[in-house]
């Protein structure tokens, strides 16, 4: 499964590339507004950063509007992905991408059904938010379960990038149900390095390596 960080903000992103664990990078409107930057140069020096791909999300909802956002994006860098939201505009421009060779990540998905019409106007990725349906007591990993089996039963090429992760949990399920990426917050990535019994096996090393003759 491919690592994304979920930010727009360089210095986390830039910390999270050192680490070596990092393959891509997600950007959404509410990341964006947290920086107080332009999102072009955003965008542009996160490029730099990261050798993989970006998400840059369009906020037009008309097909116009999109494709123009669409093109802007598209010729920043070639790893730009052009982030669309899901509605019957957003697949309509989906497919017009895909016909340009323009990769998309459908965003804000819900539904094993939304997919799949993902999946036949060739989106690129499709991003299920998990941790927002867990909001609303729903079973956000069940439709990470039905996507991956929708689209295995028809050998669809879309991939799945779990979205919307809030903790490990999520993290290891998204893993063990073979999500192709998971675009996790710095927080949450750091909560993966984590184990107490890392740290007391550290702790116990030292303190016998003191005992031993130098
Ligand atoms: C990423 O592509 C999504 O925009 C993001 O994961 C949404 O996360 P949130 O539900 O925590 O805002």
């Not at 369009?58 to 802007?72: N, P, Q, R």
């Not at 039963?153 to 990426?181: C, E, M, Q, W």
Request: aromatic residues 8%; negative net charge.
């Amino acid at each position: 499964m491919e690592i994304f960080i979920d930010s727009a903000d360089v210095k986390e992103i830039q910390e999270a590339w050192d680490m070596g664990v990092i393959d891509g990078v997600t950007t959404n409107p509410s990341l964006a507004a947290k920086t107080g930057r332009n999102y072009d140069e955003t965008i542009k020096e996160i490029a730099k950063i990261v050798d993989g791909p970006i998400s840059a999300e369009t906020v037009s909802l008309d097909f116009a509007g999109m494709m123009k956002e669409a093109y802007h994006f598209a010729k920043m860098h070639k790893n730009i992905v052009v982030k669309i939201p899901m509605t019957e505009v957003g697949l309509r421009a989906v497919k017009q991408c895909a016909s340009e060779g323009i990769k998309t990540n459908v965003t804000l998905t819900f539904s094993a059904n939304q997919a799949l019409l993902i999946a036949k106007a060739g989106g690129t990725y499709v991003s299920p938010f998990v941790g927002r349906f867990d909001d609303i007591s729903e079973e956000g990993m069940q439709l990470i379960e039905h996507i991956r089996q929708i689209y295995d039963n028809y050998d669809f090429k879309t991939k799945i990038l779990v979205a919307s992760i809030r903790n490990p949990i999520h993290v290891r399920d998204a893993a063990l149900i073979g999500a192709d990426v998971a675009t996790i917050p710095l927080s949450v990535i750091k909560q993966l390095t984590k184990h107490p019994l890392t740290d007391i096996g550290i702790q116990k090393f030292l303190e016998d390596w003191k005992k031993v003759p130098q």
